[in-house]
């Protein structure tokens, strides 16, 4: 028999029970995102799920469990997301596939709402430690994703030898956080695309100039 989740007063969860936890998180999460941590109440949760407050308070008794497993809940697709499009990357034609990529999907809704886990980091951090540590690594781990690309391009001598890729990657995620920010308050993304671009064309100025006949660095089809 499959082990069952607990509920967060330790009870083991039935199949109905983790639906009705999935139903209330994903109501929280969508609401927090929209709305932000500190407008969203815990009736206004309960309404949105279409559950009663007992079902609710076991299992959440209190906002902080609640808004911790949303935090979770949104690193984990949005990390996800970025795995797909960071696993193979290997190029900067592949960073620039990259940047289209996050700055497409964020104008979907014209930057409104900001990046997912950034717009909770500034609600978040300087109020709730444990909320700011956990996002803190899940900011570590996105950047994670980037050097390790920015590491690939050197080992492929895309990149110099001299390109530091945890500092290139630390200056692309404070672009990318950067330009959230200007695309949400300008309810248009081309401040974002325009952040990235800039930080791009830095690391372009690491890059090993192609010989002739060979095709320019970052232009040999990788991700």
């Given at each position: 028999?499959?082990?069952?989740?607990?509920?967060?007063?330790?009870?083991?969860?039935?199949?109905?029970?983790?639906?009705?936890?999935?139903?209330?998180?994903?109501?929280?999460?969508?609401?927090?995102?929209?709305?932000?941590?500190?407008?969203?109440?815990?009736?206004?949760?309960?309404?949105?799920?279409?559950?009663?407050?007992?079902?609710?308070?076991?299992?959440?008794?209190?906002?902080?469990?609640?808004?911790?497993?949303?935090?979770?809940?949104?690193?984990?697709?949005?990390?996800?997301?970025?795995?797909?499009?960071?696993?193979?990357?290997?190029?900067?034609?592949?960073?620039?596939?990259?940047?289209?990529?996050?700055?497409?999907?964020?104008?979907?809704?014209n930057?409104?709402?900001?990046?997912?886990?950034?717009?909770?980091?500034?609600?978040?951090?300087?109020?709730?430690?444990?909320a700011?540590?956990?996002?803190?690594?899940?900011?570590?781990?996105?950047?994670?994703?980037?050097?390790?690309?920015?590491?690939?391009?050197?080992?492929?001598?895309?990149?110099?030898?001299?390109?530091?890729?945890?500092?290139?990657?630390a200056?692309?995620?404070?672009?990318?956080?950067?330009?959230?920010?200007?695309?949400?308050?300008?309810?248009?993304?081309?401040?974002?695309?325009?952040a990235?671009?800039?930080?791009?064309?830095?690391?372009k100025?690491?890059?090993?100039?192609?010989?002739?006949?060979?095709?320019?660095?970052?232009?040999?089809?990788?991700?």
């Amino acid at each position: 028999m499959a082990e069952q989740a607990s509920d967060k007063n330790g009870s083991r969860l039935t199949e109905r029970g983790r639906a009705t936890q999935e139903r209330i998180l994903r109501a929280a999460a969508d609401m927090m995102y929209v709305k932000g941590v500190g407008a969203t109440t815990l009736d206004d949760v309960r309404a949105a799920s279409g559950t009663s407050k007992s079902q609710l308070y076991r299992h959440y008794p209190d906002k902080d469990a609640l808004v911790r497993d949303v935090v979770a809940l949104q690193a984990a697709e949005l990390l996800e997301r970025q795995h797909q499009l960071l696993r193979r990357l290997n190029s900067l034609r592949g960073l620039e596939r990259w940047r289209d990529a996050v700055v497409e999907h964020n104008a979907l809704r014209n930057g409104a709402y900001g990046c997912p886990l950034g717009s909770l980091a500034s609600e978040l951090a300087d109020r709730d430690e444990e909320a700011r540590a956990a996002i803190a690594r899940y900011f570590g781990t996105w950047e994670g994703l980037l050097e390790a690309g920015l590491a690939r391009m050197k080992d492929s001598v895309v990149l110099r030898a001299d390109a530091d890729a945890g500092e290139l990657a630390a200056g692309l995620m404070a672009a990318l956080q950067g330009g959230y920010l200007l695309a949400q308050t300008a309810r248009n993304v081309q401040p974002m695309r325009i952040a990235l671009d800039m930080a791009i064309g830095h690391i372009k100025t690491y890059a090993v100039p192609a010989e002739d006949g060979n095709p320019p660095a970052g232009d040999t089809g990788g991700r």
